[in-house]
C-alpha cells in the first residue's frame, strides 16, 4: 500500500499516534495566534453565515459523534439551535426545513451514500428556502466536496483502518471552528471566548501526546475485558457523544458488545444490566456535572459494578479497589475536553481487539466507506 505502516502492526495505531500532528494540520493556516480565519470555510463564508438562524448537522458513524458533540457546543457556547441526525433516517421522512438553516454534511471520505442522498435532497428545497449547504470532509474532490456550497477539508491525511479514529478528531477541531467563525460572525461570540478557544486549541496536540503516553496502563485495563460480553460506557454533556464513540470503537474492532448511556439514564433501564460480568467506563473530566456523575458512579459500585474511569488531575474520582482510574490529561476545557478524553477510548479498543485476535484494521462485515445503501 501507498501508505506505510512503519513501527507500527496496524493502521489504527499508527493512526491514533498521528493524531497530534492531524490537529495541527487542520489548524494550520486556518487561526492566527488569537483568532479563526472564518476564510477556511470559503471567501463566501462570511456572508453566507451572517444568514444563519440555525444549524441543521449530518452524517453517519463516527462523523455522527463529533455532530452530536458539536450540537452541545452550539446551543451551550453561542446560543444557536443546532439539531442532528444520521442521515439514513433523515433522508427518508419528511424533516420541517426551516428558512436559514446551515446544513452541514461531515464524512471522511466524503462518498457515503446517505450522506450524499441526504445532501441531495435538501438541495432541490433551495428555490424556495436560504439553506446554504457545508461540508466537513477528508477527501478533496469527493462527492460531498463538489455538491456543497462551502467546504472544509480536515487534514487527518488518508485514514486506512475502517475504524475512524484521526479523521474523528480534526472533525471535532473542524466544527470548533466553525462555532467560532458562525458566533462571531453572528455576534454571539465575543474577541476574548474566540481567544480562548484558539488558545485551548493550539495546547490540544500536546493533549493528545499527553493522553498517548498511557498507552501502557490502558494496555493493561483491556485485560478486563478479555472474557466479557458486554460493556457499559457512561458520559455526561458531551462526555455522552464521546461515551458513544468509545462504545462504537469497541463493537467495530473488538466484536464485545457494548452501549452507551447519558449517565442521568442508568437509573431508567441499565442499571438492572450490572454486575460483575459488564465492565463499566466512565468517562469523568473535572467540570460542572462531576458530582452528578460520581453519584452515578457510586450506584454501579453498590451493585457491584468493575468500573473503568477516565479521568483528569483533578477530578479525583475514587482509590477503591472496584474502581479502576487513569488520569489521562491535566484539567481541560469545554473544547478541548472532548478531543482529550476520546483518545485513551481509542487506545482502549485497540488492545481489547488485540486481546481478542480480530482483525483490527478490516473488521468483519464493515467497509471502509458505505457508497451503497
Ligand atoms: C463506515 C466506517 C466508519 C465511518 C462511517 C461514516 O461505517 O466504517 O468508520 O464513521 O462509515 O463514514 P464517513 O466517510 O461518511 O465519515
Redesign the pocket.
Known amino acids: 500500500s501507498a501508505v506505510e505502516l512503519g513501527e507500527h502492526r496496524h493502521y489504527m495505531h499508527k493512526e491514533i499516534f498521528e493524531q497530534p500532528q492531524a490537529v495541527i494540520d487542520t489548524l494550520e493556516g486556518r487561526v492566527t495566534k488569537d483568532t479563526v480565519l472564518t476564510s477556511a470555510f470559503g471567501h463566501q463564508a462570511e456572508e453566507v453565515f451572517k444568514t444563519v438562524k440555525q444549524v441543521q448537522i449530518i452524517?453517519?458513524?463516527?462523523?455522527y459523534h463529533s455532530g452530536l458533540v458539536a450540537k452541545y457546543w452550539f446551543e451551550d457556547i453561542i446560543g444557536l439551535p443546532c439539531q442532528v441526525e444520521v442521515a439514513s433516517e433523515y433522508r427518508y421522512r419528511n424533516p420541517v426545513v426551516q428558512d436559514g438553516t446551515l446544513f452541514v454534511t461531515?464524512?471522511?471520505?466524503?462518498?457515503?451514500a446517505d450522506?450524499l442522498a441526504a445532501l441531495q435532497q435538501i438541495k432541490k428545497l433551495k428555490s424556495k428556502f436560504n439553506i446554504p449547504t457545508l461540508t466537513i470532509c477528508n477527501v478533496p474532490e469527493s462527492s460531498l466536496t463538489r455538491e456543497s456550497d462551502l467546504t472544509f477539508l480536515t487534514h487527518a491525511g488518508p485514514e486506512i483502518g475502517?475504524?475512524?479514529t484521526k479523521?474523528f478528531t480534526t472533525q471535532l477541531v473542524a466544527l470548533s471552528l466553525l462555532l467560532t467563525s458562525v458566533g462571531k460572525t453572528l455576534g454571539l461570540m465575543d474577541a476574548k471566548q474566540e481567544q480562548k478557544i484558539v488558545h485551548g486549541l493550539l495546547k490540544l496536540p500536546g493533549l493528545v501526546k499527553q493522553a498517548l503516553a498511557h498507552e501502557d496502563e490502558i494496555q493493561e485495563i483491556a485485560n478486563c475485558f478479555a472474557d466479557k460480553h458486554n460493556a457499559l460506557f457512561l458520559g455526561r454533556g458531551t462526555m455522552y457523544p464521546i461515551a458513544m464513540e468509545g462504545a462504537l470503537k469497541l463493537k467495530?474492532v473488538s466484536y464485545i458488545h457494548a452501549e452507551a448511556y447519558p449517565a442521568g439514564e442508568l437509573k431508567h433501564g441499565p442499571l438492572a444490566l450490572i454486575d460483575e460480568q459488564i465492565p463499566v467506563v466512565a468517562i469523568a473530566p473535572k467540570d460542572d456535572l462531576l458530582e452528578k456523575l460520581k453519584s452515578n458512579l457510586q450506584e454501579v459500585k453498590a451493585r457491584g459494578g468493575q468500573m473503568i474511569v477516565f479521568e483528569d488531575e483533578e477530578s479525583g474520582v475514587s482509590s477503591d479497589k472496584e474502581f479502576k482510574v487513569v488520569k489521562t490529561t491535566t484539567n481541560v476545557g469545554r473544547i478541548t475536553a472532548p478531543i482529550t478524553f476520546n483518545i485513551p477510548l481509542q487506545l482502549l479498543s485497540y488492545h481489547v481487539a488485540l486481546i481478542k485476535g480480530t482483525d483490527v484494521d478490516q473488521p468483519r462485515n464493515?467497509?471502509?466507506?458505505?457508497t451503497v445503501e
Request: one cysteine or more; charged letters at 15%.
Open positions: 452524517a453517519c458513524g463516527t462523523s461531515i464524512s471522511q471520505s466524503g462518498e457515503t450522506t475502517v475504524a475512524s479523521a467495530e464493515l467497509a471502509k466507506s458505505v
